[in-house]
């Protein structure tokens, strides 16, 4: 209760500390950037797949998609191509014409959004250090809900969670015009509120206060015509389709082992017709180029070819035996990482329901350092579990409680009695000697064991919930944020009171066991550690720079504050000693000192981590080793890295694993 009521005070202060953090544009403008190239153009644009085949996509002009009735001809900012003379020549020159706000549509895999990154990227690329306008954010729509409210405010609360930027500054760049909103997949917006999101949206471009915002925004043509009314923006455009003729020459010049694929294309036009997107000719390419493999030929309507097309290339990137994604710097070779393409199969499919599961930007976007128990089934989602796992009292207690809840409350009690164990038996066997300190050490361990296994396993569960536990920190608001060590959190001051009233009845209780002095000495030494463990706050200013960062950072903090709490407790030792005190008194304590690190901080997010993949594993849903097989699946080009986290290749192959059936692993094509 203690350590939870810190967690949730401390990262209030911190909150705090990060809207004054930047409020000053100079430093802010600068991250912002910085964010957007690391995760959306490095990250995301240039490990796309529709960009490995090098095809002519013209855009086309749709004037009528978009509503320009509420502009005054004064007040259209936008030169159309009838205008100029000529048709643009890119996606920026597009935008720059349509007065700074464009639609983008498409069909599906016809690169909406890697137009839309290529737009953020050449608004970078351009950008004047001096200029104040042009700072582009990029921002999912999916994570759009009804009871969002008005745009401003989702605008607001999407910058502030992942550009971290303040409330006030965000407000001061979108009335000044600062910001360049690249919103992508208006499509993405749950059907029964994309009405509702589209009205929303144009109620904010229709505010003369934020009249000077320039937006972009992507949506399937499909989904876009069959809304109500039209968007408020200044141009439209069109991902034309890949012409037949164009697919055949990215085929031919893949070589002979396009050549089967290249010959159907010429005398089937309705298979033909499936490879007019980016998306199908590079998937249809990477499948078949390898040669290590035979693959068959698609056959079937349109929709069927476009799902084996899908089928052949996870397929070819499980079996293959080359790297076909450059792995990163030391990485081991493809095959070393000991994942069978089952496996591999199995846990992508399991993933990507999960991330479904998750919602909003999780259903797009993995870290790992944000992942906790959280992520895992909960009572009556039963469907997310794999049949027949787990077994044994782990599986009736899932099936009672939940997996989420059973992960946490059976890793954390069994931690809980080993860190306790660790913790009081010094203190015991001081106070009271080797045997009789040792004997009842292990019951008061056992004790706290039971205590963590049933608040968080079985209390926390419908129908107790919040009622009962509300002094527990709720898991699923811990930042995703390297935990660090502060002076501004430690000289706060405001647990210092119950810190202390800790200490002293621990010390209370080594008084009355041993001597007075010994239980002041036992105080002053927890008070020693627990007020260093209170400078413990997650680092909200950014996200990880790779995936794995915030917990590695905390983790070196974890190590470094224990190190300190043990040359603090060695010197207060030896400064006892001088004048006489139990110096093997604080010595006994030191353990004791550092249990907040444990239970706050970085020592929390381990905790998470390991009953995530304590329940993961035991599941079936998720590998044990879920780092290394990140990876394993970057390498064969199935995830890609996104920045800090991880993101399938193509939103195409995550809805491919969602609907895959986890139990059928496709078999290995014929050599």
């Not at 983008?104 to 004047?128: F, M, R, V």
């Not at 409210?149 to 930027?165: I, K, M, P, T």
């Not at 409330?167 to 690249?182: F, M, P, S, V, Y």
Request: glycine share 10%.
């Amino acid at each position: 209760m203690f350590g939870s009521n810190i967690v949730r005070v401390t990262g209030v202060n911190m909150a705090l500390y990060q809207d004054r953090g930047v409020e000053r544009a100079d430093l802010a403008r600068p991250r912002v950037r910085r964010y957007t190239r690391r995760v959306w153009v490095d990250g995301g644009l240039h490990h796309r797949l529709d960009g490995t085949v090098s095809l002519a996509t013209p855009l086309r002009e749709r004037p009528h998609a978009v509503d320009r009735g509420w502009l005054s001809d004064g007040d259209r900012r936008g030169a159309g191509p009838e205008e100029t003379g000529r048709p643009p020549r890119g996606i920026a020159e597009w935008a720059e014409m349509s007065g700074g706000r464009l639609l983008i549509l498409g069909e599906p895999g016809a690169g909406k959004s890697t137009q839309l990154l290529h737009l953020a990227e050449a608004l970078l690329d351009s950008e004047d250090p001096e200029d104040t306008a042009r700072c582009p954010v990029v921002l999912l729509l999916s994570t759009w809900q009804p009871r969002t409210g008005s745009f401003d405010q989702w605008l607001v609360a999407e910058l502030r969670e992942h550009y971290q930027v303040s409330a006030a500054l965000t407000e001061r760049w979108l009335h000044d015009g600062t910001l360049t909103l690249l919103l992508d997949g208006l499509d993405e917006v749950p059907e029964e509120g994309r009405s509702q999101c589209l009205e929303t949206l144009n109620t904010f471009l229709r505010d003369p206060a934020y009249a000077d915002v320039r937006i972009a925004l992507t949506c399937r043509s499909t989904e876009y015509d069959r809304l109500p009314t039209r968007l408020a923006l200044d141009g439209a455009v069109s991902l034309a389709p890949v012409e037949v003729a164009e697919a055949q020459r990215a085929f031919r010049a893949a070589g002979e082992a396009l050549a089967p694929l290249l010959r159907l294309t010429e005398r089937n036009a309705e298979v033909a017709a499936v490879f007019r997107t980016p998306l199908m000719v590079v998937l249809a390419v990477l499948a078949y180029r390898d040669g290590t493999t035979s693959l068959p030929l698609p056959d079937g309507d349109a929709a069927q070819v476009r799902q084996e097309i899908l089928r052949l290339y996870v397929v070819s990137m499980l079996y293959r035996h080359r790297v076909l994604a450059r792995a990163e710097p030391g990485s081991p070779a493809i095959g070393q990482r000991g994942f069978s393409p089952s496996e591999t199969y199995r846990y992508l499919a399991y993933l990507a329901r999960l991330m479904t599961r998750r919602g909003s930007r999780l259903r797009t976007l993995l870290y790992v350092d944000e992942l906790t128990p959280e992520w895992l089934p909960r009572k009556g989602e039963e469907r997310y579990l794999p049949q027949g796992r787990p077994t044994g009292w782990f599986g009736r207690f899932t099936g009672r409680v939940g997996l989420d809840h059973a992960s946490t409350g059976s890793m954390g009690g069994v931690l809980a009695t080993c860190f306790f164990a660790v913790f009081v038996a010094p203190l015991s066997v001081y106070a009271w000697g080797p045997l009789p300190g040792l004997l009842s050490a292990v019951p008061l361990s056992l004790a706290v064991g039971l205590l963590v296994f049933t608040l968080f396993g079985v209390t926390r569960m419908k129908p107790f919930g919040r009622e009962v536990t509300f002094f527990l920190d709720d898991e699923g608001n811990v930042p995703r944020a390297a935990t660090r060590w502060t002076w501004v959190a430690a000289r706060a001051g405001r647990w210092v009171v119950p810190a202390a009233t800790g200490a002293a009845t621990c010390g209370a209780v080594i008084g009355v066991s041993t001597t007075a002095v010994a239980g002041l000495v036992v105080a002053l030494t927890i008070l020693v550690g627990g007020l260093l463990g209170l400078g413990l706050v997650p680092d909200y200013r950014r996200e990880p720079d790779y995936p794995g960062e915030a917990l590695s950072v905390s983790g070196r903090v974890l190590r470094t504050l224990l190190l300190a709490a043990v040359a603090l407790g060695g010197a207060e030792s030896a400064a006892y000693a001088l004048v006489g005190w139990p110096w093997q008194a604080c010595l006994a304590a030191v353990p004791m000192s550092t249990c907040l690190f444990m239970i706050t901080g970085p020592g929390r997010a381990w905790l998470r981590t390991r009953a995530l993949a304590f329940g993961g594993s035991r599941s079936g849903l998720l590998p044990s080793r879920l780092g290394p097989f990140l990876e394993h699946a970057t390498e064969r080009a199935l995830l890609r890295r996104a920045g800090g986290g991880y993101a399938y290749a193509h939103d195409a192959l995550q809805e491919f694993f969602e609907r895959a059936d986890p139990r059928t692993v496709p078999e290995e094509p014929s050599r």
